[in-house]
């Protein structure tokens, strides 16, 4: 009896307690496993919420890398940075990414976000600087069409001088002839100058721009037994007889002395020579005649008298284009003796001894 009697009082059961507080400790445990319910059932629905998340973002990257791919089969298409706008595009998913989840984790809005991103724009500014000036940078290239892929570009201060063969958001790759990659900052091609090559490729010719070096002291005035072994030059002949006559009725006109060559007009070895240069030139096939086409003289240097070959050749590919060059140059320096002139050299060991 008195153990049933301690077993009484001991406090353990709802039924020590009164009828009013057992209800109330009834619903209150009923809320709890409500809300224990509800928060595994928000968990849930977070997960799952983030999992489709994850998934359209999947598959959102994946069709742009797909679109990216297809544009690049598309010949309008092959030379423009379309890698550039996929990562714009890019970013922007991640970023709407990133503020959905954050907004499910806390439960707010997503203005609310915005607005607080709104307010932290300039950390932002300052954290994607790079990728925003290689947008604007890819747009301007792009709308001015400053560059494409497969230009030829030369950027000395980046050691780049090749073929342009990406161009993304922050970066333009350019293929060096030596086969090496030069990464450029897609900003600099804006910022700073660079050389496209891409006109040349354009045009009917690539151009010739070099110079022989005379030497002063074999430039002389030419006599008349000097002009009748240069007449039998085809190139030349023609000119030569034009020119003497000029000469010889411009002289008499001023009743000038022939014996004294520098008291008017006569011709040079130097002139006859460029006159050779120019319409060698013209002759040749490989010359594209419907440009510019000249052999001029320039400012006298310590170096010589510089005369500079001027023209286009029509074959604009690289070794073709070498290849012609020195083979006509080889010509010219070969020529230089029969108008008894010399190129210049600075003095060997033999010369000066």
Not at 134 to 144: C, E, F, R, Y
Not at 157 to 179: H, P, R, T
Not at 328 to 343: I, K, P
């Amino acid at each position: 009896m008195r153990g049933s009697s301690d077993d009484q009082g001991a406090p353990g059961g709802n039924q020590d307690l009164p009828a009013w507080a057992s209800q109330q400790l009834e619903e209150l445990k009923a809320r709890i496993q409500q809300l224990e319910n509800d928060l595994n059932e928000s968990r849930e629905s977070q997960q799952q919420v983030l999992l489709n998340s994850a998934t359209e973002r999947a598959t959102l990257e994946g069709s742009l890398n797909a679109a990216k791919e297809f544009f690049k089969t598309i010949d309008s298409f092959k030379d423009k940075p379309v890698d550039s706008f996929v990562q714009v595009a890019m970013i922007l998913v991640w970023f709407m990414a990133i503020i959905l989840v954050f907004s499910i984790l806390t439960g707010k809005e997503v203005s609310t976000f915005l607005t607080a991103m709104g307010a932290l724009s300039a950390v932002i500014l300052l954290i994607f600087k790079d990728t925003i000036l290689g947008l604007v940078a890819s747009i301007q290239l792009t709308s001015n069409d400053l560059i494409r892929i497969g230009d030829w570009i030369t950027m000395k201060q980046f050691g780049a001088d090749g073929d342009v063969i990406e161009i993304n958001l922050n970066s333009v790759k350019v293929q060096n002839f030596d086969k090496t990659i030069t990464t450029i900052p897609t900003y600099k091609l804006i910022s700073d100058s660079f050389k496209n090559w891409r006109g040349m490729s354009d045009s009917n010719g690539r151009r010739i721009k070099r110079a022989l070096l005379i030497k002063g002291s074999s430039i002389k005035f030419m006599g008349e037994e000097e002009l009748s072994k240069l007449q039998k030059i085809k190139l030349i002949s023609d000119y030569i007889s034009q020119t003497k006559s000029e000469i010889i009725e411009h002289n008499s006109n001023l009743d000038i002395v022939s014996d004294i060559k520098v008291n008017g007009r006569n011709l040079t070895n130097i002139g006859l020579f460029r006159k050779y240069t120019e319409n060698y030139l013209v002759s040749n096939k490989l010359i594209n005649n419907e440009m510019t086409v000249m052999c001029r003289q320039l400012t006298p240097t310590s170096q010589g008298v510089p005369l500079e070959i001027y023209a286009f050749i029509t074959d604009k590919e690289w070794k073709n284009y070498e290849n012609i060059v020195s083979d006509l140059f080889d010509h010219l320096l070969a020529s230089l003796s029969t108008f008894d002139l010399e190129l210049f050299e600075l003095p060997s060991n033999i010369n000066i001894k």
